[in-house]
Each structure stands twice: as structure tokens, then as C-alpha cells.
């Protein structure tokens, strides 16, 4: 089997293309570039009732690239998917480079949700998610649009739009629009084709400063919230425009 050379992959990521495989056993990878994209506009990220109580609740602990290995291998264990080896193993050195990245939920010691991604200028490409309890994926994504929103990330893109990333706040954009949220989000200019598209589905602050995935880290010590026992629920919720 070939080798996916990981800076290949990053390569791909920021010329808006991801590779996928025809499942778990498949010998060869295959570009994707779909005509419409799904994104989670960060400003628009739509929390049920129950999902907020349960977020603030902190039933379930949260942890960042705790085992990103163990993410990864939870999201292929189905019986259609489209991460193989050689792809899993490119991910994984991405992570050893610090492009990717993984949001963990656990139950007491138990993994039992969460998703993993990449990591480019203000963009986070949202790969794949897993469930094992009752909104644990939900959980997860909560996280990470808390975290991006957090460090002044400006696209998170989900690739393909699924019911259950429609209930949560995700919209299809036509490639032309992705791909100027694209350019903006790794430094260059928004093109004035699709300009009033890219508004309506960009954020409605512009990020301050350099992306940086671990502000939500040091503003959940700084508020006394990380840790077993600290009220990261609450934060993760104001973060994501939810106050009562």
C-alpha cells in the first residue's frame, strides 16, 4: 500500500479537496471537491434545549487530542466507511505535526463520543464524528465551535451535510462561495464574485488576532472552569451565544 504523503494532505485541504476511500479495506484514496459544500457558520451553531441542558449540565467531561487515535478508530468501526489505513495513518502524523485534532467525551472513563479534524490558518475541517451515548457527537461539535469561536477561527467545514448536522446549524454553500471562505479563511482576499453569498454565511464579527486552537484552554483555567469539577458547561454555552 502507498504511502499519503501528510503534506499532500494539507496541500489538498487548503485547494478546497479531501481524500476518501471506497471503505475500511480499500487499497487507494480518491480526491473529492463536491459542487455544494456543508459548513457550521460559527455564529450560527444551533443548540436544542436538551442539548444545552445537557452541555450545562457537565454530565458528560470534554477533553483535546486526549486519544486522538482512539477518535479516529471509533469513527471508522462502522460497517460503511471511508477512512482506511493509509488514510487513518496520515492523520495521525498530521496530529504528531499538530494539524489535527481531536475533541473527546467521555463517561467517567469511557470514550464514548467524539471527532477529529484539521487544522489550516482560520479553517478547521471537521473529518468525522461518533457517537456511543445519547448526544455525545453533539457534545463534541459544541466544543469545538465553542473552541474556534474561542480562537478566532472563521470556517468550519463538514464536507457533507447530513440530518444531523442540518439540526445543528449546518448550511450548503455552492463550491465558488467555500471556496472564497477558503482563500479568506488561509490569508488572502474575499473575491468580490459571491460577495453578499460569503457575508451571509461568514461570521458577523471578524476574528481579532492569529488563530489559536488552545485560547479555549487557558480561558477555561482562567475562569476556574477546567478540570472534573469546574463549570466548563456554562462557558462552553456563553461561548456559543447561550446566556440563561
Same mark, same amino acid.
Given at each position: 500500500?502507498?504511502?499519503?504523503?501528510?503534506?499532500?494532505?494539507?496541500?489538498?485541504?487548503?485547494?478546497?479537496?479531501?481524500?476518501?476511500?471506497?471503505?475500511?479495506?480499500?487499497?487507494?484514496?480518491?480526491?473529492?471537491?463536491?459542487?455544494?459544500?456543508?459548513?457550521?457558520?460559527?455564529?450560527?451553531?444551533?443548540?436544542s434545549r436538551s442539548l444545552k441542558r445537557t452541555i450545562r449540565s457537565?454530565?458528560?467531561?470534554?477533553?483535546?487530542?486526549?486519544?486522538?487515535?482512539?477518535?479516529?478508530?471509533?469513527?471508522?468501526?462502522?460497517?460503511?466507511?471511508?477512512?482506511?489505513?493509509?488514510?487513518?495513518?496520515?492523520?495521525?502524523?498530521?496530529?504528531?505535526?499538530?494539524?489535527?485534532?481531536?475533541?473527546?467525551?467521555?463517561?467517567?472513563?469511557?470514550?464514548?463520543?467524539?471527532?477529529?479534524?484539521?487544522? $489550516? &490558518?482560520?479553517?478547521?475541517?471537521?473529518?468525522?464524528?461518533?457517537?456511543? +451515548?445519547?448526544? /455525545? #457527537?453533539? =457534545?463534541?461539535? %459544541?466544543?469545538?465551535?465553542?473552541?474556534?469561536?474561542?480562537?478566532?477561527?472563521?470556517?468550519?467545514?463538514?464536507?457533507?451535510?447530513?440530518?444531523?448536522?442540518?439540526?445543528?446549524?449546518?448550511?450548503?454553500?455552492?463550491?465558488?462561495?467555500?471556496?472564497?471562505?477558503?482563500?479568506?479563511? $488561509? &490569508?488572502?482576499?474575499?473575491?468580490?464574485?459571491?460577495?453578499?453569498?460569503? +457575508?451571509?454565511? /461568514? #461570521?458577523? =464579527?471578524?476574528? %481579532?488576532?492569529?488563530?489559536?486552537?488552545?485560547?479555549?484552554?487557558?480561558?477555561?483555567?482562567?475562569?476556574?472552569?477546567?478540570?472534573?469539577?469546574?463549570?466548563?458547561?456554562?462557558?462552553?454555552?456563553?461561548?456559543?451565544?447561550?446566556?440563561?
Open positions: 500500500m502507498s504511502h499519503l504523503d501528510p503534506r499532500l494532505l494539507l496541500q489538498g485541504y487548503a485547494s478546497g479537496i479531501f481524500p476518501m476511500a471506497d471503505g475500511r479495506d480499500a487499497n487507494e484514496l480518491y480526491w473529492v471537491e463536491p459542487r455544494t459544500r456543508a459548513i457550521i457558520p460559527l455564529d450560527g451553531f444551533h443548540l457537565d454530565v458528560f467531561s470534554v477533553t483535546r487530542d486526549r486519544d486522538f487515535a482512539g477518535v479516529i478508530a471509533a469513527c471508522a468501526d462502522r460497517e460503511e466507511t471511508w477512512i482506511n489505513d493509509e488514510l487513518e495513518h496520515a492523520m495521525i502524523s498530521l496530529h504528531g505535526s499538530g494539524h489535527a485534532h481531536s475533541i473527546e467525551v467521555w463517561s467517567g472513563e469511557r470514550l464514548v463520543g467524539g471527532l477529529y479534524g484539521v487544522k $489550516l &490558518g482560520r479553517a478547521f475541517f471537521g473529518e468525522s464524528m461518533f457517537s456511543r +451515548a445519547t448526544d /455525545a #457527537s453533539k =457534545v463534541a461539535l %459544541a466544543w469545538l465551535v465553542a473552541r474556534l469561536k474561542a480562537g478566532n477561527f472563521a470556517l468550519l467545514d463538514c464536507q457533507f451535510m447530513t440530518e444531523h448536522l442540518a439540526s445543528l446549524g449546518a448550511v450548503n454553500i455552492p463550491r465558488e462561495t467555500y471556496v472564497a471562505l477558503l482563500t479568506a479563511a $488561509l &490569508g488572502g482576499g474575499v473575491s468580490a464574485a459571491g460577495g453578499g453569498a460569503v +457575508a451571509s454565511v /461568514a #461570521s458577523t =464579527v471578524p476574528p %481579532a488576532g492569529p488563530p489559536d486552537f488552545f485560547a479555549l484552554d487557558r480561558l477555561l483555567e482562567l475562569t476556574g472552569a477546567a478540570g472534573a469539577d469546574g463549570p466548563a458547561g456554562k462557558v462552553i454555552s456563553q461561548l456559543l451565544g447561550v446566556t440563561s
